[in-house]
C-alpha cells in the first residue's frame, strides 16, 4: 500500500521568502508524484506532477518540485512567494499501473504574510 | 470553463437522518470520484465509476454509504443514517478515463456536511 507524509502541517512566511514543503512517501515501486493546491473557496486543483524523465518539475505559478528516488521524497519549492499563495497544499502519490487514483497527504497550510 | 458542479455546499443534519449529495460532472468525462475530506486531513477516495459501474469502492462504507451513476453522468452520494463521524467535505472529481492511461482529475467545489 502507499502512504504519504507531508511533515509541515502549517506554514508561515512573509513575501518573498524562499519555500520549501516537504513530502516523504512511501512504496516500493515505481511511483507517480503530484502536488495539489487548494486556494480559499476555490477548488482542489493539480499544481503539478511527476511520472518518468527529468526530476525537477515544473508547474504553474513559479512552483517547482524535485522527485529524489533515493530519499523517496518529492519536495515542494518557491523561490519567493507571493500573498496569493495562501493556500492549502496536498502531496500525493500513485504507484504506477492500474487506475490512476492518488493518495493524498494530509496537507500543510501555508500563510503568507503580505 | 467547464466545471464539476456539486450541490448542496453546505448540508447540516441530525444523526441518524438521510443525506443526499449530487454531482454533475464536466460533459464527456468518463469518470467520476467521490471523496471524503475530514477536516485536517487529505482527500480519501470512497468509489470511482467508470461510466454507469463501480470501479472500486473498497474505501465506501456500505453498510450506510450507497453512489449511483445510472446513466454515467451525473451522480448521487447517500448516506443512511447519517452518524456524527461523517461531518466532513465531501468531493466530487471527474476524468475523462481514469484507467489505461492518466487524465488529470477536476475537482468540484465539495459539499460541507455537518451531523448533529
Known amino acids: 500500500a502507499q502512504s504519504v507524509s507531508q511533515h509541515n502541517h502549517h506554514v508561515i512566511l512573509s513575501e518573498a521568502a524562499s519555500l520549501e514543503l516537504g513530502c516523504n512517501y512511501s512504496y516500493g515501486g515505481t511511483v507517480n508524484l503530484f502536488w495539489y493546491v487548494q486556494y480559499p473557496g476555490q477548488h482542489l486543483q493539480l499544481l503539478l506532477k511527476y511520472f518518468s524523465g527529468d526530476p525537477l518539475v515544473k508547474g504553474i505559478k513559479g512552483f517547482e518540485a524535485e522527485f529524489i528516488k533515493s530519499k523517496f521524497s518529492f519536495n515542494l519549492r518557491k523561490p519567493s512567494v507571493q500573498w496569493s499563495d495562501t493556500a492549502e497544499y496536498f502531496c500525493a502519490v500513485k504507484g504506477s499501473g492500474g487506475s490512476y487514483i492518488p493518495t493524498f497527504g494530509r496537507g500543510t497550510s501555508l500563510i503568507v504574510h503580505p | 470553463e467547464a466545471e464539476v458542479a456539486q450541490s448542496p455546499r453546505y448540508k447540516i443534519t441530525e444523526k441518524s437522518q438521510a443525506v443526499a449529495f449530487w454531482c454533475d460532472p464536466i460533459?464527456?468525462?468518463?469518470?467520476l470520484y467521490w471523496y471524503r475530506q475530514i477536516l485536517g486531513q487529505g482527500p480519501e477516495l470512497l468509489v470511482q465509476f467508470q461510466d454507469e459501474s463501480v470501479v472500486d469502492d473498497s474505501q465506501l462504507p456500505k453498510d450506510r454509504f450507497s453512489a449511483e451513476r445510472l446513466k454515467g453522468v451525473d451522480s448521487t452520494l447517500k448516506i443512511q443514517p447519517a452518524e456524527l463521524g461523517d461531518s466532513a467535505m465531501y468531493l466530487c472529481?471527474?476524468?475523462?478515463?481514469?484507467?489505461?492511461?492518466?487524465?488529470?482529475?477536476?475537482f468540484g467545489p465539495g459539499t460541507r456536511l455537518t451531523v448533529l
Open positions: 472529481a471527474s476524468s475523462l478515463s481514469g484507467t489505461g492511461s492518466y487524465n488529470e482529475q477536476f
Open positions: 460533459s464527456g468525462h468518463a469518470t
